[in-house]
């Protein structure tokens, strides 16, 4: 099979699962647990990670990191020039993503008279930014929150600051620097869940009078990255490490948690951003963040201080997942705390296969059995519409019914016992190549949206799926997508039926996909997410708010993050594919993309 395109003929591989495709053996990041940044990236989390595709999706896959792509800048006949560029400019940008392999020695070169003279060597260290060193601009003062007049207590679902778009967009919107701030508390210790990490970046996101305070780090780097990783903290006595257990191929540690331990009590933070840099600047992220949770009078019993939604237990449930002596005496800390004033359910995702009562502890099912037990049918269900948007997305077969369209629609139609299991289903919401090209940061947003064209050729039929991304209602439509959501939404886009924001991409590594006839769930990665349903919130449904900026403490309407409806792409538009060339046309940055 082959179908034509801009970019060339698309041949149709005849493997129908990446996920039992052997990855080449790549390079990998220092910064990247496993997945590689864009070339000119060099903190793309999720590009990477995320991006490695592989685990879930694109970001589970070790095989989609192998191809990085470097964008350039633009020439009118830029392909042997491009080359050229990329050989020395930008040489050691190319990162990949597979710690189970070590990587190949560089081959060898003919020394060529222009590649004898030392001055050609580049920097060992890659440029904090895909455009340079100068790309990242120091934000004034009055870009960060002073008080919390402007948060939304309500659902505390917040959008990260972007620089670069106007600042009511970003009122009432967080940065690290504000939720690790006095603001929310005096730190006393933090543990953060990750996949990427850039240690030196983080520890100054801390105010100076937190920065030396104990934090532990959880992710999934193995053997070399591993190393590298444990490298960068070394001046940094106050850190120490959690490695999570990945024992199923393709699997990585994808969640994204902060708990932070303060003075006053203690906070638990889901979120969509990696620990660097880029992540932070001119992403579109989101994130939950708790309200702070009180200690329990002694002597409390051990089921005192959980919510209505079993947040605690399930919480607890998932740390203890990780079967890891470092995480022992947060999980006692967490029991002592009152966790009440929870509103929203968790929804995580653990490596394993799981059988009987477990398989709808982790994953789609689990999602599938909270829409169950706590929506109700809606009338004209057929009509609702069912969204999903995320930044990378994995093999799901040479046709829908091998698993979108069968077990993980059948999840996300799920409205009550009774539901008809049927809607619009409108995936994904993914930005396409003109989203990317004339976003803030260009071509290298494209690093963070890990789409494969080994993947995109085996699933053509995804493609009358897509919808590009329009975020003018945040301010927020070239700020590319990392954020992940799903929701339920009226036929009129005026109501939700229910929302999740989480880490896991459209992949079955991170959802899940039934085995054995249906009597196993087999799931490859870590993830987590909240999920909000109204009846928590005792509402029937959620209105959505139709000016999300400036944020509003006192509003009952949910801030969705992108323009409701979605709008399918043009006939000329393509998905974002991030290891195939893009030189017709410069990105606002004046460069081209063209993977090495």
Not at 80 to 100: F, H, I, M, Q, Y
Not at 109 to 115: H, V
Not at 226 to 247: G, N, T, V
Not at 459 to 470: A, E, I, V
């Given at each position: 099979?082959?179908?034509?395109?801009?970019?060339?003929?698309?041949?149709?591989?005849?493997?129908?699962?990446?996920?039992?495709?052997?990855?080449?053996?790549?390079?990998?990041?220092?910064?990247?647990?496993?997945?590689?940044?864009?070339?000119?990236?060099?903190?793309?989390?999720?590009?990477?990670?995320?991006?490695?595709?592989?685990?879930?999706?694109?970001?589970?896959?070790?095989?989609?990191?192998?191809?990085?792509?470097?964008?350039?800048?633009?020439?009118?006949?830029?392909?042997?020039?491009?080359?050229?560029?990329?050989?020395?400019?930008?040489?050691?940008?190319?990162?990949?993503?597979?710690?189970?392999?070590?990587?190949?020695?560089?081959?060898?070169?003919?020394?060529?008279?222009?590649?004898?003279?030392?001055?050609?060597?580049?920097?060992?260290?890659r440029p904090s930014s895909?455009?340079?060193?100068?790309?990242?601009?120091?934000?004034?003062?009055?870009?960060?929150?002073?008080?919390?007049?402007?948060?939304?207590?309500?659902?505390?679902?917040?959008?990260?600051?972007?620089?670069?778009?106007?600042?009511?967009?970003?009122?009432?919107?967080?940065?690290?620097?504000?939720?690790?701030?006095?603001?929310?508390?005096?730190?006393?210790?933090?543990?953060?869940?990750?996949?990427?990490?850039?240690?030196?970046?983080?520890?100054?996101?801390?105010?100076?009078?937190?920065?030396?305070?104990?934090?532990?780090?959880?992710?999934?780097?193995?053997?070399?990255?591993?190393?590298?990783?444990?490298?960068?903290?070394?001046?940094?006595?106050?850190?120490?490490?959690?490695?999570?257990?990945?024992?199923?191929?393709?699997?990585?540690?994808?969640?994204?948690?902060?708990?932070?331990?303060?003075?006053?009590?203690?906070?638990?933070?889901?979120?969509?951003?990696?620990?660097?840099?880029?992540?932070?600047?001119?992403?579109?992220?989101?994130?939950?963040?708790?309200?702070?949770?009180?200690?329990?009078?002694?002597?409390?019993?051990?089921?005192a201080g959980e919510s209505?939604?079993?947040?605690?237990?399930?919480?607890?449930?998932?740390?203890?997942?990780?079967?890891?002596?470092?995480?022992?005496?947060?999980?006692?800390?967490?029991?002592?705390?009152?966790?009440?004033?929870?509103?929203?359910?968790?929804?995580?995702?653990?490596?394993?296969?799981?059988?009987?009562?477990?398989?709808?502890?982790?994953?789609?099912?689990?999602?599938?059995?909270?829409?169950?037990?706590?929506?109700?049918?809606?009338?004209?269900?057929?009509?609702?519409?069912?969204?999903?948007?995320?930044?990378?997305?994995?093999?799901?077969?040479?046709?829908?019914?091998?698993?979108?369209?069968?077990?993980?629609?059948?999840?996300?139609?799920?409205?009550?016992?009774?539901?008809?299991?049927?809607?619009?289903?409108?995936?994904?919401?993914?930005?396409?190549?003109?989203?990317?090209?004339?976003?803030?940061?260009?071509?290298?947003?494209?690093?963070?949206?890990?789409?494969?064209?080994?993947?995109?050729?085996?699933?053509?039929?995804?493609?009358?799926?897509?919808?590009?991304?329009?975020?003018?209602?945040?301010?927020?439509?070239?700020?590319?997508?990392?954020?992940?959501?799903?929701?339920?939404?009226?036929?009129?886009?005026?109501?939700?039926?229910?929302?999740?924001?989480?880490?896991?991409?459209?992949?079955?590594?991170?959802?899940?996909?039934?085995?054995?006839?249906?009597?196993?769930?087999?799931?490859?990665?870590?993830?987590?997410?909240?999920?909000?349903?109204?009846?928590?919130?005792?509402?029937?449904?959620?209105?959505?708010?139709?000016?999300?900026f400036p944020a509003s403490?006192?509003?009952?309407?949910?801030?969705?993050?992108?323009?409701?409806?979605?709008?399918?792409?043009?006939?000329?538009?393509?998905?974002?594919?991030?290891?195939?060339?893009?030189?017709?046309?410069?990105?606002?940055?004046?460069?081209?993309?063209?993977?090495?």
């Amino acid at each position: 099979m082959s179908q034509d395109s801009q970019h060339g003929k698309w041949t149709i591989s005849d493997s129908e699962d990446e996920d039992n495709i052997i990855p080449p053996t790549p390079q990998k990041d220092s910064n990247k647990p496993k997945p590689k940044l864009s070339p000119k990236r060099n903190e793309d989390n999720h590009s990477v990670k995320e991006p490695s595709a592989p685990s879930m999706g694109s970001e589970a896959r070790k095989a989609t990191h192998v191809n990085q792509t470097i964008p350039v800048k633009y020439e009118s006949n830029p392909s042997p020039s491009v080359k050229r560029k990329r050989e020395t400019e930008e040489a050691g940008w190319n990162l990949s993503s597979s710690d189970d392999e070590t990587p190949p020695p560089a081959p060898k070169k003919e020394p060529k008279k222009s590649d004898v003279n030392p001055k050609k060597k580049t920097e060992d260290k890659r440029p904090s930014s895909p455009h340079g060193t100068s790309y990242y601009k120091e934000e004034p003062a009055d870009f960060f929150e002073t008080n919390l007049l402007s948060m939304n207590d309500m659902y505390r679902f917040y959008l990260n600051k972007v620089t670069g778009i106007p600042k009511k967009f970003n009122t009432g919107a967080l940065h690290i620097k504000e939720i690790l701030s006095p603001m929310f508390g005096t730190l006393k210790e933090s543990v953060q869940f990750n996949y990427c990490f850039d240690i030196p970046w983080m520890v100054e996101q801390y105010p100076p009078e937190f920065r030396d305070k104990p934090v532990i780090l959880v992710h999934g780097e193995k053997r070399e990255s591993k190393a590298r990783l444990i490298e960068q903290a070394k001046p940094y006595p106050h850190i120490r490490f959690c490695q999570a257990k990945l024992d199923i191929a393709f699997g990585t540690h994808h969640t994204k948690m902060m708990l932070l331990w303060y003075e006053e009590g203690f906070r638990v933070i889901i979120l969509t951003s990696n620990l660097i840099r880029a992540d932070w600047y001119q992403k579109t992220q989101g994130m939950w963040m708790s309200p702070l949770y009180p200690r329990l009078p002694e002597g409390s019993p051990g089921t005192a201080g959980e919510s209505p939604t079993n947040f605690k237990s399930d919480l607890l449930e998932y740390l203890e997942a990780y079967r890891a002596p470092e995480l022992a005496e947060c999980i006692d800390r967490i029991k002592q705390h009152d966790l009440s004033e929870t509103r929203v359910y968790l929804i995580g995702s653990t490596p394993g296969r799981y059988q009987g009562p477990a398989m709808e502890k982790w994953g789609h099912l689990r999602l599938r059995k909270l829409l169950s037990e706590h929506t109700k049918p809606v009338q004209n269900e057929e009509r609702w519409h069912v969204l999903g948007q995320f930044s990378s997305i994995g093999s799901m077969g040479l046709d829908k019914t091998k698993w979108l369209a069968a077990e993980f629609q059948r999840t996300l139609t799920t409205l009550g016992k009774e539901g008809r299991r049927c809607a619009h289903v409108r995936l994904p919401v993914y930005p396409s190549v003109e989203n990317v090209r004339t976003s803030l940061e260009g071509y290298p947003a494209g690093g963070s949206l890990p789409y494969s064209i080994q993947t995109a050729q085996k699933q053509l039929w995804l493609h009358s799926y897509f919808h590009g991304w329009h975020a003018d209602v945040t301010g927020r439509s070239n700020a590319m997508p990392h954020i992940k959501t799903y929701m339920r939404v009226s036929p009129d886009f005026t109501q939700l039926a229910w929302f999740l924001v989480t880490s896991a991409n459209l992949s079955k590594a991170a959802w899940g996909a039934l085995e054995k006839n249906n009597t196993q769930i087999m799931v490859r990665s870590y993830e987590l997410g909240v999920l909000y349903l109204p009846s928590a919130f005792n509402m029937s449904t959620f209105p959505v708010e139709k000016n999300v900026f400036p944020a509003s403490s006192s509003s009952k309407c949910f801030p969705v993050p992108f323009d409701l409806p979605p709008q399918h792409y043009s006939s000329k538009e393509q998905p974002w594919i991030w290891n195939i060339p893009y030189t017709q046309a410069p990105d606002t940055h004046g460069n081209v993309w063209v993977p090495s």
